[in-house]
C-alpha cells in the first residue's frame, strides 16, 4: 500500500484517541464504496470503540459504589490507547493486524487476532 494512503488511516487510528467511534463512523460512511483499504481500517476501529466503551460506562457507573472499579476504568482506557497506537504504526508500516475485540462489524480477512 502506497505511503499516502497509510498515513491518513493511521492518523484515523490515533485521532480516534480523541474522536472515540465518531471519526471511523464517518470515515465509513463516507468511503466505504469507494475504499475497501480505508474501510477495513474504519471497520476496526468501530470494532474497538463499540467493545470498549460500554465496558468502561459501566465500570464507571460501578464507581460510585465500588471504587477499584474506577482504577479499572482507567485502566481499560490505558489498554485502548495502546492498542490504538500498536495500530498505528502497523498500519504505517504495512503489518497486519486485528484487535482483540467483539466483531460487530465483519472485516476482510478477519480470522487473524494479530496484535
Known amino acids: 500500500m502506497p505511503l499516502k494512503q497509510k ?3 493511521s492518523m484515523m ?4 484517541l480523541i474522536l472515540t467511534f465518531f471519526l471511523p463512523l464517518i470515515v465509513l460512511l463516507l468511503v466505504r464504496k469507494r475504499s475497501s483499504y480505508f474501510s477495513q481500517h474504519a471497520k476496526e ?4 470503540h463499540f467493545t470498549f466503551f460500554p465496558v468502561f460506562l459501566l465500570l464507571r457507573i460501578t464507581s460510585i459504589h465500588y471504587p477499584p472499579a474506577g482504577v479499572a476504568s482507567m485502566l481499560l482506557i490505558g489498554l485502548e490507547t ?4 500498536w495500530a498505528a504504526y502497523c498500519t504505517l508500516i504495512d503489518r497486519p493486524f486485528s484487535y482483540p475485540v467483539i466483531r460487530f462489524f465483519k472485516v476482510k480477512g478477519d ?3 494479530v496484535i
Open 13 to 16: 487510528h490515533l485521532l480516534s
Open 45 to 48: 476501529g468501530l470494532n474497538l
Open 7 to 9: 498515513i491518513p488511516a
Open 111 to 113: 480470522t487473524t487476532y
Open 82 to 85: 495502546i492498542l490504538i497506537i
